[in-house]
């Protein structure tokens, strides 16, 4: 029963699963590597060429470290936090797809689609299980039983529910614009260019949704400026200030993992895809990876650039601004699907 | 037994058996968490019955935003532990009368339950037979605009009196 098809499958799903973890090894690298950039550091340089064996160094470092557990924290929900964190940050990245249907040069029969799952309603699938990775965070703080750490899971549930509706907002007008909810739909309705050289990315038509959709990402994935939960001067290290050894390092993986995620569906909503000139259909992915990338950079940049907002100007932007915003946003669009058939 | 009925009967048992946890345990936190492993388990109930649209919406609405409040609040209000001896003197609900009226209600929905089953033709035969699925998003959407209008705009308005309703109550009086 093991025909190369299901064969190729699996072996998809196991890249996809270890590129996921080497991912956040390779950020954590590139984010020491840029914040020192950015600040005329080194950063890292000894283990390995230009430092490049540092993320190894540092994960056998968390491997071998003692792992304490807070004597009045709550032991089910302590060991079962981080899980949660970095099971909904895998999963919400398998309706993700990342590249065209391929053979790979003809290995295969039938062409197998770079995605791990094709559900049609994608796009609700990743928001659904991206809303799941806050309770990690809560409970976390929850269980732990310190003050900080509550704390940070507190605001994490409140900023999260407070961007979620601008999130989903911003969603609901690309869905508009391509009629469909499943992300290969979106994907190919970006295909082509218009007068010959202006791709048709939805970025081009949907810039405030864009930009929308990109802000509350970043506040979803607890990144500056707006890294609430885990503010180092106010509240040490915020939901994981009881955690160590590995269990930390889960929670590390999946903001890391996260920020992939959201990276990823901001490239297939609105920047294309692996839609891009020059290269073939089947090496789409690799214009997949390199719009990624960018958008990597641009959160590493953000965080080394802007200072973390006020409590308060993160509630007042999120409700007062964002929201609005998101909602006008639909509006016109829906007006515009409707009217002028965009 | 096929796939499908395997499926159902595991998801089926694990939104019972979560919500039997959400009442048969002390703890108020588990209690929530028990309460989004049976949503997970409805959630997966609606894909059997070929609406993944609602099965997605289950968990955004549910499990995903309102259940994040349900935990909040119990944190901020720091719900402790049900102890028993503590609360049979203290807690109204605990005594005699009420317990007696508990009963009462157990045993009707018991009735009602079985009074129900007996009634069911057989199973399989639901609303998808009778008249024609609601699968897609764009559907629902049609339904819920067009011959469920008045429903659906009723309900916005309860929805919106109970949000004026806690502003008010929750405001402070300046004094």
Same mark, same amino acid.
């Given at each position: ?7 190729? %499958? ?137 003050? %900080? ?194 | ?175």
């Amino acid at each position: 029963m093991l025909d190369a098809q299901i064969l190729a %499958y699996a072996v998809l799903v196991l890249v996809v699963f270890f590129a996921l973890q080497i991912s956040a090894a390779v950020m954590v690298y590139a984010e020491r590597k840029v914040a020192a950039g950015m600040q005329q550091r080194l950063g890292p340089y000894l283990v390995g060429p230009r430092g490049l064996l540092q993320p190894i160094a540092d994960i056998v470092k968390l491997f071998f470290k003692e792992e304490l557990r807070p004597k009045a924290a709550d032991w089910f929900l302590f060991s079962l936090a981080p899980i949660i964190s970095v099971a909904a940050a895998f999963v919400a990245f398998a309706p993700v797809p990342f590249g065209a249907a391929t053979t790979f040069f003809g290995l295969l029969d039938e062409p197998l689609p770079l995605q791990i799952a094709d559900v049609n309603v994608a796009v609700l699938v990743i928001f659904a299980v991206a809303s799941m990775g806050v309770y990690g965070i809560i409970l976390a703080g929850w269980a732990s039983n310190s003050k %900080y750490s509550l704390l940070g899971g507190l605001r994490s549930a409140a900023q999260m529910v407070s961007y979620e509706l601008a999130f989903g907002m911003a969603l609901a007008t690309i869905v508009l614009m391509a009629g469909s909810l499943s992300l290969q739909d979106i994907v190919a309705n970006q295909s082509g260019t218009w007068f010959g050289f202006l791709p048709q990315w939805y970025i081009f038509v949907q810039p405030v949704g864009f930009l929308v959709f990109w802000i509350a990402g970043i506040a979803e994935t607890n990144r500056a400026p707006f890294d609430f939960p885990e503010a180092e001067q106010e509240l040490v290290a915020g939901y994981h200030t009881e955690y160590s050894s590995m269990r930390f390092a889960m929670f590390f993986m999946a903001e890391y993992i996260n920020m992939v995620t959201v990276s990823a569906v901001v490239v297939n909503l609105f920047l294309g895809g692996w839609h891009g000139p020059w290269l073939p259909e089947s090496l789409g992915w690799i214009w997949f990876l390199v719009k990624l990338s960018v958008l990597l950079f641009i959160y590493l940049w953000l965080r080394w650039t802007l200072p973390r907002f006020r409590y308060d100007q993160l509630m007042a932007f999120g409700w007062k601004v964002l929201l609005p915003v998101a909602t006008v946003n639909l509006l016109l669009t829906a007006a515009g699907v409707i009217y002028f058939g965009l | 037994m096929g796939s499908d009925q395997l499926l159902f009967v595991g998801f089926g048992a694990l939104a019972l058996l979560g919500a039997l946890a959400v009442v048969a345990q002390p703890n108020p936190v588990y209690s929530v968490i028990a309460l989004i492993v049976s949503f997970f388990g409805l959630s997966g109930l609606y894909v059997l019955l070929e609406s993944p649209f609602v099965a997605v919406v289950q968990i955004i609405i549910y499990a995903g935003a309102i259940m994040v409040l349900f935990l909040f609040v119990v944190m901020l209000l720091n719900a402790t532990r049900e102890d028993g001896s503590e609360w049979d003197r203290a807690h109204p609900y605990y005594r005699p009368g009420p317990m007696r009226l508990g009963a009462v209600l157990a045993v009707l929905f018991g009735v009602q339950m079985i009074w129900a089953l007996t009634r069911t033709v057989g199973l399989g035969v639901g609303v998808g037979e009778t008249r024609p699925a609601v699968e897609s998003v764009r559907d629902v959407g049609r339904v819920l605009f067009t011959d469920y209008m008045f429903a659906f705009e009723v309900t916005s308005i309860l929805i919106l009196a109970a949000m004026v309703g806690a502003v008010v109550l929750a405001r402070r009086r300046e004094e």
